[in-house]
């Protein structure tokens, strides 16, 4: 039976402790996404008080944060130390998974929760003109001459909680690989000590008929 490394428990915690804090915030997010029922201002307003304080929060918060994350990404590159067939499919599309993870907090979660934090909002999509619609990244609602967003406060909210659906998606991707690492691993094994077994079997009953061959040759002398 394979035995989980250490290093594999170097990136499934930090991938099992986000997972747990996006599930936190998916009462937050439901509504936004995944209801057709109108949102009311309140739910918008609770929204906001609650990824204000995540903004906000204590410097030590933050910096914990960011240590797990730290953790997670040396657990990967030690085990893609040296690496095998099996560290490179599994190890590597699971470094792949968290580090689009990592760019989408960056890109994505860090500037909405500042946008939300400092409530300076965008006019709306649907209240520009087609000229000004233009200028506009529409994957991203930035306006690419000067830079800055020009989503209202409804959309800049759906797409925070549309980068926290696609962090869950990814790190789940995450202990996937890792699980199917495991149990790959656990297949090798098994097959390992059944032709073993097998081999050693063998050699047995070829030295019991070499005997029964070596006894017959010695009747038949005497």
């Given at each position: 039976m394979p035995q989980i490394s250490f290093a594999t428990f170097m990136i499934i915690t930090p991938t099992a402790f986000f997972l747990g804090l996006i599930f936190s915030l998916f009462p937050y997010d439901y509504p936004l996404l995944w209801s057709s029922a109108p949102i009311s201002e309140a739910h918008l307003n609770a929204v906001e008080a609650h990824?204000?304080?995540?903004h906000n929060s204590p410097n030590i918060v933050v910096?914990?944060?960011h240590i797990i994350t730290v953790v997670g990404l040396l657990g990967l590159i030690m085990k893609l130390y040296k690496p095998s067939e099996s560290n490179m499919l599994f190890d590597g599309g699971s470094l792949v998974l968290?580090?689009?993870?990592?760019?989408?907090?960056?890109?994505?979660?860090?500037?909405?929760?500042r946008i939300v934090s400092v409530g300076t909002y965008g006019e709306g999509l649907e209240n520009m003109t087609q000229d000004k619609l233009?200028?506009?990244?529409?994957?991203?609602?930035?306006?690419?001459e000067t830079g800055t967003s020009v989503l209202g406060r409804e959309d800049n909210l759906k797409v925070?909680?549309?980068?926290?659906?696609?962090?869950?998606?990814?790190?789940?991707?995450?202990?996937?690989?890792?699980?199917?690492?495991w149990y790959a691993e656990r297949a090798?094994?098994?097959?390992r000590i059944a032709i073993e077994k097998g081999e050693s079997q063998g050699t047995g009953e070829g030295a019991h008929v070499k005997k029964s061959d070596a006894k017959k040759g010695a009747k038949k002398t005497n």
């Open positions: 990824l204000r304080l995540l910096r914990i944060m968290y580090m689009i993870a990592v760019i989408v907090y960056l890109t994505n979660i860090v500037k909405g929760l233009d200028d506009v990244d529409l994957g991203t609602g930035v306006d690419q925070l909680a549309a980068s926290n659906t696609i962090l869950a998606l990814v790190l789940v991707g995450v202990l996937v690989l890792q699980i199917g690492q090798e094994e098994k097959e």
